[in-house]
């Protein structure tokens, strides 16, 4: 079953994933726009778009476990889902910034005083390089530095699930599901690294 699903995906190209990624984000913006996410639709969209990006992040993490572990290879698709993980990420911090506060000194002191904002934008600030050298031609010319260098994604998608820990009012289930997923996921690398080095 495995193989049959490793082979359908093979036939399926890269850019379908962009040419997809706008829709949830658009649908999302409808959504709030005509009123159907509820009394404070700007704070929903911005919730909302968020968590999609964290969701896309999480699953890229994912990507090379479930080739370890139940042998589906995503690895084609990793880089495409890392750029519209940063993609929803950078829409979620857009909503923030022209929508919800839209005064510029208002920014910066939240940004500075509130940890749950701070966190987010470490977060996002080490995503930016990551996006930039998502191409073949960063690659080539990184080399080894390459892979270092991307292996920020691990902090970056941690940083947005402790951010997303802080945002909800209370001990809420659901972020805490989402951050404990993470550090089993970044455990399963660390705990492979070890068996390599044995």
């Known amino acids: 079953m495995i193989n049959l699903c490793n082979r359908g995906l093979r036939k399926i190209p890269t850019w379908v994933l962009y040419v997809i990624a706008p829709v949830a984000p658009i649908w999302l913006f409808y959504l709030a726009v005509t009123g159907a996410l509820g009394v404070e639709p700007i704070q929903a969209l911005e919730h909302k778009i968020g968590e999609l990006g964290l969701q896309v992040l999480i699953f890229t993490l ?5 080739r370890k572990y139940i ?3 995503l ?3 990793r880089r495409a889902l890392g750029l519209i993980g ?3 990420v950078f829409l979620h911090l857009l909503v923030w910034l022209l929508l919800d506060v839209r005064i510029l000194d208002q920014i910066i002191d939240d940004i500075f005083k509130r940890p749950f904002i701070t966190i987010g934008m470490i977060s996002f600030v080490l995503m930016i390089p990551l996006a930039i050298t998502s191409n073949n031609l960063s ?3 990184l080399g080894p530095k390459w892979r270092k260098l991307h292996k920020l994604t691990y902090l970056a998608t941690f ?3 402790v951010h997303y820990v ?3 009012k209370g001990w809420q289930i659901e972020p805490m599901i989402y ?3 993470i550090l089993a996921l970044l455990l399963t690398r660390i705990s492979t690294k070890k068996l390599r080095s044995k």
Request: aromatic letters at 16%; a positive charge; charged letters at 10%.
């Open 159 to 161: 940083l947005g699930g």
């Open 75 to 77: 690895l084609k698709f």
């Open 139 to 141: 690659i080539r010319k």
């Open 86 to 88: 940063f993609f929803y």
């Open 179 to 181: 951050t404990g997923v």
């Open 62 to 66: 994912a990507i090379t476990p479930m």
């Open 71 to 73: 042998g589906l290879n």
């Open 166 to 168: 802080m945002v909800v």
